[in-house]
């Protein structure tokens, strides 16, 4: 199961890097388009609907390689004990408001779907097409979430704790910058 979940994470991080790619093409071909005289109007919409894309593809693997903003100073002037109860609350607390993000995200796109919502720029395609981004990766980041609360209470150190401090024993400090 763990290497199916880190597998998951991965490649759920490869498509939010995929989607970003995208933007840049589409970008780079409106720019172009635009010098022959061609109407690009509706890539503006597509390059929205990219960039939700790989911001929330992206959530989950950069909430387990510890790239997601922490606050850590009360964290580290606690004993272990302290830190590890701390941990469990916080992770607790960020389970619950993810699966509501979760909830939210699949309900939102299924009344999208069940009530044939259509866009209102330039290119009219369904709704739910660009918003299943925001359900999969809300989804795919509450079992990043859930998967680290199960990691801590069997007794081990947060994944994301351990990868932030493989990188600073490597000397990268490049994501404290």
Same mark, same amino acid.
Request: charged content about 20%; proline content about 3%; aromatic content about 12%.
């Given at each position: 199961?763990?290497? %199916?979940?880190?597998?998951?994470?991965?490649?759920?991080?490869?498509? =939010?890097?995929?989607?970003?790619?995208?933007?840049? /093409?589409?970008?780079?071909?409106?720019?172009?388009?635009?010098?022959?005289?061609?109407?690009? =109007?509706?890539?503006?919409?597509?390059?929205?609907? %990219?960039?939700? !894309?790989? !911001?929330?593809?992206?959530?989950?693997? !950069?909430?387990?390689?510890?790239?997601?903003?922490?606050?850590?100073?009360?964290?580290?002037?606690?004993?272990?004990?302290?830190?590890?109860?701390?941990?469990?609350?916080?992770?607790?607390?960020?389970?619950?408001?993810?699966?509501?993000? !979760?909830?939210?995200?699949?309900?939102?796109?299924?009344?999208?779907?069940?009530?044939?919502?259509?866009?209102? =720029?330039?290119?009219?395609?369904?709704?739910?097409?660009?918003?299943?981004?925001?359900?999969?990766?809300? /989804?795919?980041?509450?079992?990043?979430?859930?998967?680290?609360?199960?990691?801590?209470?069997?007794?081990?150190?947060?994944?994301?704790?351990?990868?932030?401090?493989? +990188?600073?024993? +490597?000397?990268?400090?490049?994501?404290?910058?």
């Amino acid at each position: 199961m763990r290497r %199916f979940l880190d597998r998951l994470y991965i490649a759920s991080g490869a498509l =939010g890097a995929a989607f970003i790619a995208l933007i840049c /093409v589409l970008m780079i071909t409106q720019s172009v388009l635009r010098e022959f005289g061609v109407r690009t =109007g509706a890539m503006n919409d597509v390059v929205a609907w %990219f960039c939700a !894309a790989a !911001a929330f593809f992206a959530m989950p693997h !950069a909430f387990k390689h510890g790239d997601f903003v922490r606050v850590t100073l009360l964290l580290e002037k606690v004993p272990s004990r302290q830190r590890r109860m701390l941990e469990i609350i916080s992770l607790v607390i960020g389970s619950v408001a993810t699966a509501y993000l !979760a909830w939210s995200a699949c309900q939102f796109t299924y009344e999208s779907w069940e009530f044939n919502d259509i866009a209102q =720029g330039l290119l009219p395609i369904p709704m739910w097409i660009p918003q299943m981004s925001f359900a999969i990766g809300s /989804v795919l980041l509450l079992v990043a979430v859930v998967d680290e609360l199960v990691i801590v209470l069997r007794g081990g150190v947060p994944t994301f704790v351990r990868e932030v401090e493989e +990188r600073h024993a +490597r000397g990268d400090f490049s994501s404290e910058v």
